[in-house]
């Protein structure tokens, strides 16, 4: 029998993020179809005489038909994704039909006092049931006799829900096959249509008419191709923060903001004072002893003063120095207080209302960057950590926001050129805890 464990990755899966790659496919196919008018006048219009002439117009059709080929074989790989995406869409809402059944019959067990305490009280009510609806061995007959009039009342309604959402989950599960292999064979039929652009190709052979290099030459010998080609093959999101970056990291926003700490109860009060926090925020911090507390101000302190020292500007927000600050202040809270704690209280702050997209992005995204160095360096100092978080700034690790007020890696932009996002907010994806101070 199938129970909810068994779709676990498909509520995992995210058809927003998958959506994005085909929104990729389709913006190329929208370029090379605002190309296409030109290039294709061009064949028959060439003005000088020479012998090469004709094989000049006749590599020139063929480059055309290169491209179009490659406008093809993209057209089809975005249809595929958006294809699988739509099966995504329909998996979960099956997950989500059997998600209801299991809730209507925790409900109904609950109610006739059918989920007992110790092991059996954590068990999904698909495995409780399970339990329940037949003996097996005789502890299980001890326990069962003693509720057997309970568990025959609920016998005929528990089967529905148990078989309803068993059901679900077998659909969700086969709708998400069917469209992944559909869309597995589509792509691998897109990408057989792509043309040939490797060096020992069509445009090899013309680099070697018109003295050109070959692919290889070219990639090599451009700055920082060959760096951004490997990173590619592991980053989905290499070198374009924009479309994909952007809807990863938002939070749910939150209203409430109170005082904290209060300065008459707490250390951290007497030594730094309160400030206005989101009401999420307040209540994680409150976890922490008032030790900690104190000592959580100081990192934020030393956070900020290492941001100004190591990269100097006349502002502080949506730069170079706003990027170090962010990742270094969590590196520094990681190594303080775990990855989890840290991660939560990062999205409480990032979580105020009305917060600007793309900063709220460049903070989150520099947030998990400090997380993730401080967690792969667990033994360095803090003046380790602030050399490695540098260096990943310098490096284009980090985001920024440019002058064209747009989101950018930060090797991308030099520290004296950066600028500030339009004050528009997006929806939020990341949970925010649930919390009240």
Request: hydrophobic share 40%; aromatic share 6%.
């Amino acid at each position: 029998m199938t129970y909810r464990s068994d779709v676990e990755h498909i509520e995992r899966m995210d058809p927003i993020l998958v959506g994005l790659a085909a929104e990729e496919y389709r913006r190329v196919v929208r370029l090379i179809d605002s190309a296409m008018p030109t290039l294709g006048a061009l064949p028959g219009t060439l003005q000088w005489r020479s012998d090469a002439g004709e094989l000049c117009e006749q590599r020139l059709r063929e480059a055309i038909s290169l491209i179009e080929q490659l406008r093809d074989g993209y057209d089809k790989a975005g249809g595929a994704v958006t294809d699988y995406v739509e099966g995504q869409d329909a998996a979960k809402l099956h997950v989500a039909a059997g998600f209801g059944a299991e809730v209507e019959l925790r409900t109904l067990l609950s109610r006739n006092g059918l989920i007992p305490g110790g092991l059996r009280a954590s068990m999904s009510p698909m495995l409780l049931w399970d339990d329940l609806r037949a003996t097996i061995g005789t502890d299980d007959a001890l326990y069962e006799n003693a509720v057997r009039e309970q568990i025959e009342q609920v016998r005929a309604t528990a089967e529905d829900l148990y078989g309803t959402a068993s059901g679900a989950y077998r659909q969700a599960i086969s709708v998400e096959a069917e469209a992944r292999q559909t869309a597995a064979r589509a792509l691998t039929a897109a990408y057989e249509m792509l043309p040939n652009f490797r060096a020992g190709s069509i445009w090899n052979n013309m680099a070697a008419v018109f003295g050109g290099s070959p692919a290889e030459e070219i990639i090599e010998g451009t700055p920082g191709l060959a760096g951004e080609t490997a990173q590619a093959a592991s980053d989905p999101n290499s070198r374009r923060p924009n479309l994909a970056v952007v809807a990863a990291y938002q939070v749910t926003d939150q209203s409430q903001r109170v005082t904290y700490p209060d300065g008459w109860l707490t250390p951290a009060g007497w030594i730094f004072g309160s400030e206005e926090v989101q009401a999420s925020e307040a209540a994680i911090l409150h976890e922490l002893s008032p030790t900690e507390q104190i000592r959580f101000r100081e990192l934020r302190d030393e956070a900020f003063a290492a941001a100004e020292e190591r990269f100097p500007a006349s502002g502080g927000d949506d730069n170079h120095q706003d990027a170090f600050r962010h990742a270094y202040w969590n590196a520094l809270m990681t190594s303080q207080h775990g990855p989890e704690w840290t991660e939560r209280f990062a999205n409480a702050h990032e979580s105020v209302a009305g917060n600007p997209a793309l900063r709220e992005t460049m903070d989150l995204y520099n947030n998990n960057i400090g997380r993730t160095i401080a967690m792969d360096h667990p033994n360095a100092s803090q003046e380790e950590l602030a050399a490695l978080v540098e260096a990943a700034v310098r490096e284009g690790h980090t985001t920024v926001v440019g002058a064209d007020g747009q989101l950018h890696y930060s090797d991308q932009v030099s520290p004296d050129e950066t600028g500030h996002p339009a004050e528009i907010p997006a929806p939020g994806r990341l949970p925010v805890p649930e919390a009240e101070y």
